[in-house]
């Protein structure tokens, strides 16, 4: 609960921040939004501990570990380049999807089919990617709306306030490509683990159901597809602005579909507890 706090009192700042622009103490939101990090990760710390595990295993987990690794993502992106202005986007998406694990089970049982080194390096390279693609599609939509903005000849509150388009644009494909390495990772390491584990827990259901049919892994490897085409796209054809932004939105689209509604309710082989 105190990490959730201080993510939404950074928000609080950033939005301050957006709409006054003062430049004395402009570094507040981002000191709350390290301290609220800190917390969190003091939390995931502890979590670990009580579970033997890193605790992500559970969806409440997960989503708590996706959570910390957009924020550190984030963090890292603004303090390289010293663009403040995102952090207006990315701050209340940190608190809403905190929400989730903040009121729900504060460590949950591990079970023991997890207990391998493959399995940690699969669900933290997949989490990374997708907190990698969920800092790209916010980047997307501020693009898309200053694009807008420019292309009425009336410059506003985002011209004002966002950097060029082509910083955005750049931004944008770091942070596809960060997570595209990752989630090839991912899939990669997940499919060395299932392998693995069809050896000593056959008979385990979760592991019956791990194929391209399981909803979890078919749109993952969809997502993966669409960023993938992104990418060589831009390689092959010069693919940028706008159509890199809206295919940018499309990818993190099935990622946050696929985190949020078939994770939950679909899945029949993620659906560990």
């Not at 609220?36 to 295993?57: C, N, R």
Request: with cysteine.
């Amino acid at each position: 609960m105190i990490a959730l706090a201080l993510y939404a009192v950074a928000t609080a700042a950033y939005i301050w921040r957006f709409v006054r622009r003062d430049q004395p103490g402009r570094h507040v939101p981002t000191l709350l939004l390290v301290a609220a990090v800190l917390v969190h990760t003091f939390v995931i710390g502890m979590q670990s501990v009580q579970v033997g595990a890193a605790p992500f295993a559970g969806r409440s987990g997960a989503v708590s570990t996706f959570v910390w690794m957009l924020a550190l993502v984030y963090l890292y992106t603004e303090i390289s380049t010293e663009e403040l202005a995102i952090g207006v986007f990315i701050a209340p998406l940190l608190t809403a999807l905190q929400i989730i694990p903040a009121f729900t089970a504060a460590a949950e049982e591990h079970p023991a089919l997890l207990d391998n080194p493959l399995f940690a390096v699969h669900v933290a390279s997949v989490l990374l990617a997708y907190a990698s693609f969920a800092l790209a599609f916010v980047v997307a939509l501020t693009y898309v709306l200053l694009f807008r903005e420019l292309k009425r000849r009336t410059p506003g509150v985002f011209f004002s306030r966002l950097p060029s388009l082509q910083v955005l644009d750049a931004m944008n494909m770091r942070a596809v490509t960060v997570g595209w390495a990752c989630l090839t990772l991912g899939l990669i390491v997940g499919t060395w683990w299932v392998t693995q584990a069809r050896l000593y827990a056959a008979d385990d259901p979760h592991v019956r159901a791990m194929s391209l049919l399981d909803p979890t892994i078919l749109v993952a490897c969809l997502s993966w597809m669409v960023y993938t085409l992104l990418l060589v796209g831009r390689r092959t054809r010069g693919w940028g602005g706008r159509r890199a932004a809206w295919l940018s939105a499309l990818g993190f689209g099935l990622v946050l579909l696929n985190f949020l509604l078939v994770g939950y309710f679909f899945s029949r082989s993620h659906g560990f507890v």
